[in-house]
């Protein structure tokens, strides 16, 4: 099965410390040499090569000051992947982190969590008292992000680092180049940095065994909604949704309409299709991408249309609100969208979501606002039936959603 692999993060037998001295031994050319024929990508959504981001900083540094960050702030509320392995793990965080220093020269990192984690804090301060001793050179720090989603995109957290509001702000130059206080920074998942010293310890060969060839190791995904055992998982990346929902306890077809995959701006697949394999290509081209890896079983009883309103109702709320496509998109289409639900649709409504999804895909500073389109563009397309049963035949299709003249005598009728 795809998760009894040698490469399970959260139980890996490993004195992590011993990889730290061993990877200060290669050097850093080396050491970026392991590192790139491992194929280790992002697992923080992107799937950016991690050797690439260590070599551009390594260079950009030449020697001078730069930065580590593990970014272990979980923005997406329904996937708490950084905690479950700072609950379990911590020790591999900072050894992690530890080695990425080592590879561009970096005397200073920071781990930068969620004010809620409070647990997660109180295991990654235990950690770090124990390795502060051996860690040499390096001071490592714990970082408070500000709650909320936009949190934990990288332009944003420099932003927080420095003390500012959460925005984003252009790229390029990219962090790797000039990230914290103009400095070379290399902010990279915590879960990423998990995997090096596994990498340091058995090498790039066996990194590969597991996964795939464009992305080999195992990821954690979090599986919610309905399904019998929502939770937490360790896969190898390559295996199917379908594949992930049974590890989750499964899901009778019967209670399954949508695959909401990749977080609060992922897309909404159908859920027929299961078979859809886990990684950042294939879910890409299906429409959605891996982003906070979270995979949402949506149940019948649910109107995409409204659910589709109430994701653009939630980023409207957290854009940070920097650029124009992303604070006036999210909230347009949200009022599009409410209006649809509320039996105030037009045909004219679809074309005109469809030229937002595009704005926002086209013209948004960051992530955030980029990868929202998905929701429009998968629900339009998978449940064209759900947005038509509203617009043409001017009825919900599960029966939930209620008219705007009932909802306005509703509200009216409140005491
Ligand atoms: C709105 C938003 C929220 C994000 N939240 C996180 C997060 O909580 N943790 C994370 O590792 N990356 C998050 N990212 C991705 C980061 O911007 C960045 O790409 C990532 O930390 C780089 O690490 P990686 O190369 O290991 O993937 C977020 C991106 C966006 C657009």
């Known amino acids: 099965m795809p998760t009894s692999t040698p490469y399970r993060i959260l139980d890996t037998p490993i004195t992590a410390a011993h990889e730290r001295d061993r990877a200060r031994a290669m050097g850093p050319e080396q050491l970026i040499a392991l590192i790139e024929a491992s194929g ?28 580590v960050v593990a970014n272990a702030y979980d923005a997406d509320p329904g996937s708490p992947l950084s905690r479950t392995i700072l609950l379990a793990r911590p020790d591999l965080v900072i050894e992690g982190l530890a ?6 020269g ?81 902010i990279s998942s915590a879960e990423t940095l998990a995997a090096l010293p596994l990498i340091v310890r058995d090498g790039a060969e066996a990194f590969r065994r597991v996964g795939t060839a464009a992305t080999p190791g195992t990821k954690l995904v979090s599986v919610t909604g309905a399904v019998g055992s929502p939770g937490v998982y360790e896969v190898a990346f390559g295996v199917t949704v379908g594949e992930i929902l049974e590890h989750a306890g499964g899901s009778p077809a019967a209670t399954m309409k949508g695959l909401h995959i990749g977080g609060p701006t992922g897309g909404i697949l159908n859920a027929t299709r299961t078979g859809v394999v886990f990684d950042y290509e294939t879910l890409k081209a299906a429409g959605t991408h891996l982003g906070s890896a979270q995979i949402r079983v949506i149940g019948p009883d649910v109107c995409i249309v409204n659910e589709a309103a109430h994701l653009f109702d939630y980023l409207a709320k957290e854009t940070c609100g920097i650029c124009v496509p992303c604070r006036v998109g999210t909230k347009r289409v949200e009022g599009i969208l409410e209006g649809i639900y509320s039996d105030l649709g037009r045909a004219d409504d679809l074309p005109w979501l469809g030229e937002l999804a595009d704005h926002l895909d086209r013209f948004s500073l960051c992530g955030f606002g980029i990868t929202s389109a998905s ?14 049963s509203h617009i043409t035949d001017h009825r919900c299709p599960t029966g939930t959603c209620a008219p705007a003249r009932s909802r306005r005598y509703e509200t009216m009728a409140q005491p």
Not at 99 to 104: H, N, R, Y
Not at 375 to 388: H, K, N, P, V
Request: no cysteine.
């Open 40 to 67: 280790l990508r992002g697992r923080g959504g992107g799937g950016f090569p991690l050797a690439r981001k260590l070599a551009t900083a390594r260079a950009a540094a030449g020697g001078g000051s730069s930065y």
């Open 99 to 104: 080695i990425a220093a080592s590879a561009i």
């Open 106 to 186: 970096a005397t200073s990192g920071y781990i930068y969590l969620h004010p809620e984690a409070a647990a997660a804090r109180a295991s990654v301060e235990r950690a770090l008292a124990s390795a502060r001793s051996s860690l040499g050179d390096l001071v490592v720090e714990i970082a408070l992000g500000p709650g909320g989603f936009m949190g934990g995109e990288e332009s944003a957290l420099l932003a927080v680092l420095e003390s500012r509001r959460a925005m984003a702000r252009q790229r390029p130059p990219y962090p790797a180049t000039q990230g914290l206080l103009l400095r070379p920074t290399v």
């Open 375 to 388: 929701i429009l563009r998968t629900t339009m397309s998978e449940f064209a039936g759900d947005y038509a």
